[in-house]
């Protein structure tokens, strides 16, 4: 690249700006446009590290975008690949090995390219490029607007992915195991050590999967908290601010990553609106979980006249809110401010959302329920008595009319709590 002509070199960087200005559900189509002149290739496919443990977006060969599993990137991200660096190899996506280029930027959000042409430095290339975008990406979590709060608790980022194609591994083994005894060919004593060896080597594997779920998802509260003390270290740093951290019980119920996520994004909020009143020196903050529940309490020692028109508490407010939270502020002349917050772990049942549905046939509707309790196409097409394709032809239909860029954005019009 650095033979560039200035001309190409400014063409590449007003395409990098397009990207970086692209709304969340865009940029893989810009991402995607931008490389395909230096990297081409047929998919593409990116996990990104924010609320909910990642947010996964695609575009290109759907044969890829879509059968590639949550599994299979979170080994990437997890295992295979160390942060900023470049691997290529087959991934075997719908029993088809695909030649892929993994990326894996510095802060752990992950690049996967279908059927790369290109050398070494277009690798190099691609890393730097995908540090960029991770980064911004990043950046546009980290200051966790209340929308993308919203969206988050409503789809869990690619927790329900993950748990679907876990119920899938579990249909697999047993219908492989009813398989084997009901098998004609084998005698009884044979159908029962097939079953058994079966039945072992899934379990093994379904306890993995299961592992890589739970971490792919959870964040455990003392590693949750750990981050929440490096996220306030600038304030203690740039600030004659001393900041008291009142640890959470290790044995504490792990948080979901975007609980874990809001939760530091409020913690930060609230401690910013407290400092920014005159005569803040000290301030305490305490996390607990009561199993249900994550449990904040953040207090100064200041003057205790904290404004409820203050913008930045306004902020923590909406935040709160978009978690599906509760917070209690009490302000005492001359005692300081405490902020009690409570925030539930687990998202909200679904509710009924007539108006955003009432556009759909019926049997969109009764795709659309099953999507909404995790089901895949094929336990859908298995329960309602019709083809895989079939199933994907209503799905595509449901998306178009909702105006949803995704099967968890859609999922969210009916999860989410309809909002005043």
Request: glycine fraction near 6%; include cysteine.
């Amino acid at each position: 690249m650095s033979s560039a002509h200035p001309a190409e070199q400014i063409a590449l960087l007003r395409r990098l700006s397009t990207v970086l200005d692209a709304p969340r559900s865009a940029v893989t189509r810009e991402l995607s446009a931008l490389l395909a002149p230096i990297a081409p290739h047929t998919a593409l496919v990116v996990v990104t590290a924010d609320a909910g443990g990642g947010e996964r977006h695609g575009t290109g060969d759907a044969a890829f975008v879509d059968a590639v599993s949550a599994l299979q990137l979170d080994h990437l991200r997890r295992i295979v690949l160390r942060p900023g660096s470049v691997g290529r190899d087959a991934l075997p996506v719908a029993g088809v090995a695909r030649p892929t280029l993994q990326v894996l930027a510095r802060n752990g959000a992950l690049l996967v390219l279908a059927d790369p042409v290109g050398e070494p430095a277009t690798d190099e290339f691609a890393l730097h490029l995908w540090n960029v975008v991770a980064s911004h990406l990043q950046k546009v979590a980290d200051a966790a607007p209340p929308d993308y709060l919203h969206l988050a608790r409503a789809t869990s980022g690619v927790r329900m992915d993950a748990l679907t194609e876990l119920a899938d591994e579990y249909s697999t083994t047993l219908e492989s195991v009813l398989a084997t005894l009901r098998s004609g060919v084998l005698d009884d004593s044979s159908a029962r050590r097939r079953a058994t060896v079966t039945a072992a080597d899934g379990l093994v594997h379904l306890r993995t999967a299961s592992d890589r779920v739970r971490t792919y998802t959870e964040e455990p509260v003392t590693t949750a908290f750990a981050r929440l003390r490096d996220d306030l270290h600038p304030l203690v740093t740039y600030r004659d601010l001393q900041v008291q951290f009142v640890e959470p019980p290790a044995d504490g119920r792990p948080l979901p990553g975007e609980v874990a996520h809001g939760a530091r994004a409020v913690v930060r909020g609230a401690v910013l609106a407290l400092v920014d009143v005159a005569d803040v020196s000290r301030v305490r903050v305490q996390w607990d979980c009561d199993g249900t529940n994550l449990l904040i309490n953040v207090r100064d020692d200041g003057p205790g006249d904290l404004s409820e028109a203050n913008t930045l508490l306004q902020l923590v407010r909406q935040r709160i809110h978009a978690l599906d939270g509760r917070m209690s502020v009490a302000a005492t002349p001359g005692w300081g401010t405490e902020m009690a917050i409570v925030i539930p772990l687990d998202p909200p049942h679904a509710v009924s959302a007539p108006m955003t549905a009432a556009g759909l046939r019926p049997r969109e509707r009764e795709v659309i329920e099953l999507l909404t309790v995790g089901r895949s196409n094929r336990a859908i097409a298995q329960e309602l008595g019709i083809s895989e394709n079939t199933v994907k032809f209503h799905v595509s239909r449901i998306l178009r009319k909702l105006g949803a860029a995704s099967r968890a954005e859609a999922v969210s019009m009916l999860l989410s709590p309809r909002r005043p």
